[in-house]
């Protein structure tokens, strides 16, 4: 039986740097995990061991660091642009380049000390195709939100082994992982950020819910109507159960108010949601 090499690539994972600015008070700071996947003509190295086309993953990490001093206090959709641009035409073999990015918020506190901003992350994946150009993906993941009413479930399908009661007024809470397409490698990447996270906020508040799945259409439509530079959502929303607590045990009434927060199971929602307009989608989602 012949064996035949396939799809392959290789990068340095989970690149921390920090970058300070002290050029205006309060200070601020640029707080990233930065991975890197590069493909391209890497056939020898792994028929072979020929390692004449392989940038040490080693030098992938430095690369990382001098483009942090060098590009200073940037978007994170321009860093990563800017890094995957420079693998691909820059480097000999290497075709397609994949940034992807993991953004740490923190709150000035004072004129040089900051505080960690919750645990909300902004997330960029950048892919530079030498065919294709660039394709940007922004998003943000772990945001949690919950409505404590204005939610129902009801009506769903049955058999043999459902158990679970209808209820026509529950908590619904959820830890938002969105990623969403833009439609060029040009923008306001700031802007178009905090737009598209408003209207999660505003979609899901303003939303009277009869399923999680209903939600997640009405955060990705308000996503496109307040983002015009996106044309793609793809949302994953876990079910975060909040369940009544029995206390009549202990001859107590529980009207809605005392919950068990259970963190597993759950049920995971996914999606997409598209502009009628929306080109193909490219390498941006491989």
């Known amino acids: 039986m012949m064996a035949v090499l396939g799809e392959n690539r290789y990068g340095k994972a989970e690149v921390r740097v920090v970058h300070v600015d002290r050029s205006r008070q309060p200070h601020t700071i640029r707080d990233w995990n930065v991975s890197i996947s590069l493909a391209g003509d890497m056939r020898e190295v792994h028929l072979s061991g020929a390692n004449d086309r392989v940038l040490p993953t080693d030098t992938q990490k430095n690369t990382v660091y001098a483009f942090a001093q060098r590009l200073g206090n940037v978007e994170p959709e321009v860093f990563a642009l800017a890094l995957a ?137 308000r996503v496109l109507a307040e983002a015009p530079q996106v044309c793609e959502v793809r949302l994953a929303l876990p079910n975060k159960h909040h369940f009544l607590v029995d206390l009549s045990p202990f001859g107590l009434p529980n009207d809605n108010e005392v919950y068990l927060a259970a963190d597993r199971p759950y049920g995971l929602i996914e999606g997409q949601v598209l502009a009628e307009d929306a080109p193909e989608p490219g390498p941006a989602w491989s």
């Not at 769903?156 to 969403?180: C, G, H, I, P, Q």
Request: hydrophobic fraction near 35%; proline fraction near 1%; charge should be negative.
């Open 85 to 221: 641009r420079h693998f691909v035409d820059d480097r000999a073999g290497i075709s397609r380049a994949r940034v992807q990015l993991d953004s740490y918020g923190w709150n000035p506190i004072g004129p040089h000390s900051l505080a960690r901003a919750g645990g909300e992350i902004r997330t960029v994946t950048v892919i530079q195709d030498e065919q294709s150009g660039s394709w940007v993906l922004g998003g943000l993941r772990e945001l949690t939100l919950l409505n404590t009413t204005d939610s129902e479930f009801w009506g769903f399908a049955r058999d043999e082994y459902t158990t679970l009661a209808e209820t026509t007024d529950r908590m619904l809470a959820t830890s938002v992982e969105a990623r969403w397409r833009f439609r060029s490698a040009d923008c306001d990447w700031a802007a178009a950020h905090d737009k598209a996270r408003q209207a999660l906020l505003d979609a899901f508040t303003g939303t009277y819910s009869y399923s999680l799945q209903q939600s997640l259409y009405a955060m990705g439509c």
